[in-house]
C-alpha cells in the first residue's frame, strides 16, 4: 500500500543526489532501496571501507522523511576477489567457468565466498546498526537469477557429497532408495558420487531430484548466514530477499524461513515473452501488460509463503531491455501493476529504476525519470498510483501494520488453497514425459480458473495447514507420502473439498516409482486407481464427455485411464473419454464422495471449459462464493474492506452487479488497462463485460 524505489545513487554525481531524492519525495514514494551491486565502490580494495557516500544518501532520504532498505552487495563480487579467489566462481554443468564481467558469478558453496560474505556483511550491518532511516535489508539479489542455483564446481561435489551422507545412513541406502542397479550406476561410497555433470544421455531422476534439492538448501544456507549477522546487528530489522517470477530452482518456502518480509520482482511484460508456455505468442494486450494470472500466481505464491508479509521489491517501470522484444508497456499499466499487487496483498510496490542508467548492460532499461533526470512514463503511473493507495490506505477501516511498522490493508483472506511445492516441480521436470509437461502450466489450468472466477487463492506448501482453507486444490501432486495422504484424509474427513491433478501419487520422494499403482497411497481417499496413462502430442483431438451432462470437454497433453475400486459405491464417474479409439468410453475424472466432504480426481489436464467446470462444482460445495466468469484480462481481489477490478486487456469494459457510488477509485466504465477500486468485499457479485 505503499510506493517506493529501487536507487542507485553511486551511478550518479554526489551533487545530484539532493534533488533525487527530493523528487522522489515528491512523486510520495516512501521507501528506497539501494546498494545491491556496490561492493566494488563500498570496498575497493581489500580492507578499505568506504561506507560514507551511502550514509550521505541515507542522510538525504531520512531528511526527507522517507526509509531505506540496504541491500547486502553479494550477488556481486568485486574483482579484486575473483582475482585474489579464482575457486569462488560458479562452473556450470560443461565444466565452463562463469567468469567475472557479469554478476552472479560466484558459488554458494565456496567456503572462501562464505568468509567473505560475512565479512562485508558484518561490516555493513555494523556500520548501520543505529541508523534510523534503514528499516530492513534485502540479502544478496535475486538468489539464482541467470540460472545460477545449480552450480557443478569442486567445492559443490564435496558440499553434495557430505550433504548425501547426511541424508543417507549408508551407500547402500542410497543405492537402494535411487535404484542404483540401472544402468549400473551403483556407488561404493558417498565420496565417488559427482555433482549430475555433462553424460551422454539423459540423468538418473533421482540423482537430479537430489541434486536440484541439495543446490537449494545451499542457498537456504548461504541466506541463514547473511540474514543472522544482519538480525545480530539490529533485532528491529526486516530481512528480505527478492524472489523471482515463475522461478524454478530454489525452494522459496525453506529460504523464506529465515526472512520477515517476501518480496519479489515482476516484470509483466517480460514475463509474458519469456515466461509463457513454449510456442506460445504472447497476446497484443500481455505484450502492453503482461498476464495477470501469471503475476497473479507468483503474488499469491510469495504472499502465501509462511504467510510473512510481502512486498513487490522490483516492478517494472516501462519498457526493459532482458526479453526478445521490449515494447512500451500500455497506457497506465504501471499504475494497474501496484494496483494489482496491492489487491493481492502487497504492502508495498517498489519501482526498479529511479533513473535510466547511462552505462553498461541496462542502458536499455527504462526508470521512473529518463536519463536526462526529467519524468518518464512511469513515474506519472507512479505518483498516481501512490495518491490512490494512500488514500485507500487511509480511508480503510480494516487495518493492519506493515513490517515497517506502518499501517497497511489487513491481509488478504482466501478460502482455496493450491498446493505448490519444489519436490514436485523437479521431481516433474527431471521426467515430463511430454514436450509440453510444463508444471507451472499445469498449475495455471487450476489456478486460472478459481482466478476467472474471483475466487482468491493462496499458493502453498503441502505442509500448510489445510484447515484454514474450505477448498484445497492439488494440480501436480507426483510424490505423495503417506502422511500427506493421511493429512489430506483427515481434511476431507473434516467435511472439506479436495480437488487433484493428474499424476497425482506416482512416485516416492526419491523420484521412484511406487511398487503399488497410482495414486499409491491416496487410492483410498480417491476410490480409484491409474489403470494406464499416456502422453498425447498437440495434434490429436483430445476430449472427455461429461456422463451427466453429455457436453464434450477439451483436455491435453496426459491421459490416464481411472479405474474404480471394486466394491466402491461411493465413487462416481463424472467424465468418460469421447472418441472411439483405443481409450473411449473409459473413466477420466472420478468423483469420491465417501467421506464428510468430497474428493475429485481429474485425470487429464484439462482445458478451460472442464477446469471451469470442475472448479465451479467444488466452490458450489464447498460454499465459496464466486463471480460470473469473468473476461479475459479482467481480474478481481478483495482485501481490508475493498474489491479491486483490474483490467490487463486494452479494451473498455462495463462493470455492473455493484453499485456505482461505492467506487472510490475510478468508475463502472473501466478503461484499457484500468483499475477500479469498490468498497467493501463484493468480488462474488461483479459481472463485467
Ligand atoms: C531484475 C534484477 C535487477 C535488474 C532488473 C532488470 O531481475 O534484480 O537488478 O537487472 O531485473 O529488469
Known amino acids: 500500500m505503499r510506493t517506493g524505489v529501487c536507487y542507485f545513487p553511486e551511478h550518479w554525481p554526489d551533487e545530484r543526489w539532493e534533488t533525487d531524492v527530493a523528487q522522489m519525495a515528491e512523486a510520495g514514494l516512501e521507501y528506497v532501496r539501494m546498494a545491491e551491486f556496490s561492493w566494488a565502490v563500498l570496498e575497493p580494495e581489500r580492507g578499505t571501507y568506504e561506507f560514507e557516500w551511502l550514509e550521505r544518501a541515507l542522510e538525504y532520504i531520512g531528511d526527507h522523511g522517507m526509509q531505506a532498505v540496504l541491500c547486502t552487495p553479494t550477488a556481486t563480487p568485486p574483482k579484486w576477489l575473483v582475482d585474489e579467489h579464482p575457486d569462488i566462481l560458479q562452473v556450470e554443468r560443461n565444466g565452463t567457468v562463469r567468469d567475472f564481467g557479469s554478476r552472479r558469478h560466484y558459488c554458494f558453496n565456496s567456503a572462501t565466498y562464505r568468509e567473505e560474505t560475512e565479512r562485508i556483511v558484518r561490516a555493513l550491518a555494523d556500520r548501520f546498526a543505529d541508523h534510523p532511516t534503514v528499516a530492513g535489508w534485502q540479502t544478496d539479489n535475486e538468489y539464482g537469477c541467470h540460472g545460477t542455483v545449480r552450480c557443478y564446481c569442486d567445492n559443490c561435489a564435496d558440499a553434495f557429497r557430505e550433504w548425501l551422507a547426511e541424508t543417507y545412513e549408508s551407500i547402500d541406502e542410497l543405492n537402494e532408495a535411487w535404484g542404483n542397479t540401472f544402468w549400473s550406476q551403483r556407488y561404493g561410497d558417498f565420496d565417488e558420487i559427482d555433482p549430475p555433470r555433462h553424460t551422454a544421455a539423459e540423468h538418473h531422476p533421482s540423482r537430479l531430484l537430489e541434486y536440484a534439492r541439495f543446490a537449494s538448501d545451499s542457498v537456504v544456507d548461504y541466506n541463514r548466514l547473511q540474514a543472522n549477522l544482519l538480525r545480530a546487528a539490529n533485532e528491529d530489522w526486516f530481512v528480505t530477499h527478492n524472489f523471482m517470477g515463475r522461478f524454478d530452482s530454489l525452494d522459496a518456502y525453506a529460504v523464506s524461513e529465515d526472512l520477515d518480509l517476501v518480496s519479489w520482482d515482476s516484470y509483466p511484460t517480460g514475463f509474458a515473452q519469456d515466461r509463457l508456455e513454449a510456442g506460445t505468442d504472447p497476446t497484443p494486450d500481455q505484450l502492453r501488460a503482461g498476464d495477470p494470472d501469471q503475476v497473479g500466481m507468483d503474488h499469491d505464491l510469495y504472499r502465501g509463503a509462511l504467510g510473512r508479509p510481502f512486498w513487490v521489491m522490483e516492478q517494472q517501470p516501462g519498457d526493459v531491455n532482458w526479453p526478445p522484444h521490449c515494447p512500451q508497456p500500455g497506457e497506465g499499466a504501471m499504475r494497474l501493476w501496484a494496483h494489482h499487487a496491492s489487491a493481492h496483498g502487497a504492502d508495498a510496490v517498489c519501482y526498479f529504476r529511479w533513473r535510466r542508467c547511462l552505462e553498461a548492460q541496462e542502458q536499455y532499461h527504462a526508470g521512473l525519470r529518463k536519463q536526462d533526470g526529467t519524468v518518464d512514463r512511469g513515474y506519472v503511473d507512479a505518483v498516481t498510483a501512490g495518491e490512490e493507495l494512500a488514500a485507500i490506505r487511509n480511508g480503510s477501516a480494516d487495518s493492519a501494520t506493515d513490517v515497517a511498522g506502518s499501517e497497511t490493508l489487513a491481509p488478504v483472506d482466501a478460502s482455496v488453497a493450491l498446493l505448490h511445492d519444489y519436490d514436485n516441480l523437479w521431481a516433474l521436470s527431471a521426467q515430463p514425459h511430454a514436450p509440453a509437461f510444463e508444471y507451472w502450466n499445469l498449475l495455471d489450468a487450476f489456478y486460472g480458473a478459481c482466478r476467472a472466477r474471483g475466487v482468491q487463492v493462496d499458493v502453498v506448501h503441502p505442509t500448510t495447514d489445510f484447515e484454514d482453507y474450505d477448498l484445497v486444490v492439488a494440480p501436480a501432486l507426483h510424490l505423495v507420502t503417506g502422511s500427506l495422504a493421511d493429512r489430506l484424509a483427515d481434511y476431507v474427513e473434516g467435511g472439506s473439498e479436495l480437488l487433484f491433478g493428474p499424476r497425482t501419487g506416482v512416485k516416492d520422494q526419491y523420484n521412484k516409482l511406487r511398487p503399488e499403482l497410482q495414486p499409491g497411497p491416496l487410492t483410498g481417499l480417491v476410490g480409484a486407481r491409474v489403470d494406464q496413462h499416456e502422453s498425447l502430442p498437440p495434434h490429436l483431438e483430445t476430449t472427455v464427455l461429461a456422463v451427466d451432462g453429455e457436453v464434450e ?89 475493498y474489491t479491486w477490478v483490474t483490467n490487463f486487456s486494452g479494451d473498455s469494459m462495463t462493470i455492473g452487479g455493484v453499485d456505482a457510488v461505492d467506487a472510490v477509485i475510478g468508475s463502472p466504465d473501466l478503461g484499457g488497462f484500468d483499475v477500479t477500486v469498490f468498497e467493501g468485499d463484493i468480488v462474488a457479485d461483479l459481472e463485467v463485460s
Do not use: K, M
Request: proline share 6%.
Open 553 to 641: 470437454r477439451d483436455f491435453r497433453t496426459w491421459a490416464e485411464w481411472l479405474e474404480p475400486e471394486p466394491g466402491q459405491d461411493t465413487v462416481t464417474v463424472t467424465h468418460e473419454y469421447a472418441g472411439d479409439d483405443v481409450a473411449a468410453g473409459r473413466p477420466a475424472v472420478v468423483r469420491n464422495e465417501g467421506r464428510e466432504g468430497t474428493v475429485v480426481y481429474c485425470g487429464v489436464w484439462p482445458e478451460v471449459t472442464l477446469a471451469d467446470d470442475l472448479v465451479v462444482a467444488c466452490l458450489e460445495r464447498a460454499g465459496i462464493r464466486y463471480s460470473e466468469r469473468l473476461p479475459e484480462g479482467i481480474r478481481v481481489g478483495a482485501r481490508g474492506g
